[in-house]
């Protein structure tokens, strides 16, 4: 049984940040490569940014590049999505997802909840 479990999201204003978690329960994360991705109301699943099973690569789309960072703590057994210079298109849910290949390429088997995250004055 996998579990993931994200947090940290909220109302935010736009230009501000929001650092959301990815917590694991019934497995580490030492050996997946852990995405984010999110879905707004009325639009496809997109994904945000990817982080290797190692921390030693993460991938961004272009659009998020720069503003969107993914770190891990294995101590903590927790992912981080730091989100900076929110617009309000970044308002949505997000996800975070788990690849047992930990290469970031793969198919994402478990999936948490999501955190709605929402950017707005």
């Not at 109301?41 to 945000?48: A, C, I, S, T």
């Not at 940014?49 to 294995?74: A, E, L, W």
Request: glycine share 14%; charged share 15%.
């Amino acid at each position: 049984q996998l579990q993931l479990v994200e947090s940290g999201g909220g109302l935010v204003q736009p230009g501000g940040s929001l650092r959301l978690s990815c917590a694991a329960f019934g497995f580490t994360l030492d050996n997946y490569a852990i995405g984010w991705f999110r879905q707004a109301p009325g639009k496809e699943r997109e994904g945000v940014g990817c982080i290797t099973s190692s921390g030693s690569s993460t991938y961004y789309p272009d659009s998020k590049r720069g503003r969107f960072t993914i770190s891990r703590d294995n101590d903590k057994n927790t992912v981080f999505l730091q989100m900076n210079s929110l617009k309000p298109e970044d308002t949505a849910v997000y996800y975070c997802a788990a690849d047992s290949t930990g290469s970031c390429f793969a198919d994402f088997g478990s999936w948490g909840q999501g955190t709605q995250v929402t950017v707005s004055s």
